[in-house]
């Protein structure tokens, strides 16, 4: 659970301290990629607490999906269809429900936590 937090910590502060700007027309792509990698984050830490979590399932989903996202996000460019948001809808659903069963764990185990102390 503790790879994808300090990856996602070292990447925002990668991100943050090196002053790289990205130009506007690659802002789509940008934008499903970063969304496409907490997808993957998220996943990862979810199955961190699930103790499943396996690091080549976690790098090769990283890669893939910010792959198949900026992919989507091109055909979409050159067909002039916003495809992208097919992307945008399936991770974002992915992220949400990883980030509602993390929450719920982790309230599980503070209420195990609290009960054994009382």
């Given at each position: 659970?503790?790879?994808p937090i300090?990856?996602?910590?070292?990447?925002?502060?990668?991100?943050?301290?090196?002053?790289?700007?990205?130009?506007?027309?690659?802002s789509t792509?940008?934008?499903?990629?970063?969304?496409?990698?907490?997808?993957?984050?998220?996943?990862?830490?979810?199955?961190?607490?699930?103790?499943?979590?396996?690091?080549?399932?976690?790098?090769?989903?990283?890669?893939?999906?910010?792959?198949?996202?900026?992919?989507?996000?091109?055909?979409?460019?050159?067909?002039?269809?916003?495809?992208?948001?097919?992307?945008?809808?399936?991770?974002?659903?992915?992220?949400?429900?990883?980030?509602?069963?993390?929450?719920?764990?982790?309230?599980?185990?503070?209420?195990?936590?609290?009960?054994?102390?009382?």
């Amino acid at each position: 659970m503790l790879i994808p937090i300090l990856g996602l910590v070292v990447g925002i502060l990668l991100g943050l301290l090196t002053g790289i700007t990205i130009p506007l027309q690659y802002s789509t792509y940008t934008a499903v990629a970063i969304l496409a990698a907490l997808d993957t984050v998220f996943g990862g830490i979810r199955s961190g607490i699930e103790k499943t979590f396996d690091m080549e399932v976690f790098i090769t989903g990283f890669f893939g999906n910010a792959l198949l996202a900026a992919a989507l996000t091109y055909l979409g460019d050159r067909l002039g269809l916003p495809i992208y948001y097919a992307a945008i809808f399936a991770f974002g659903v992915r992220l949400f429900q990883n980030f509602a069963i993390i929450r719920r764990d982790i309230i599980v185990k503070s209420r195990e936590a609290k009960n054994k102390v009382l």
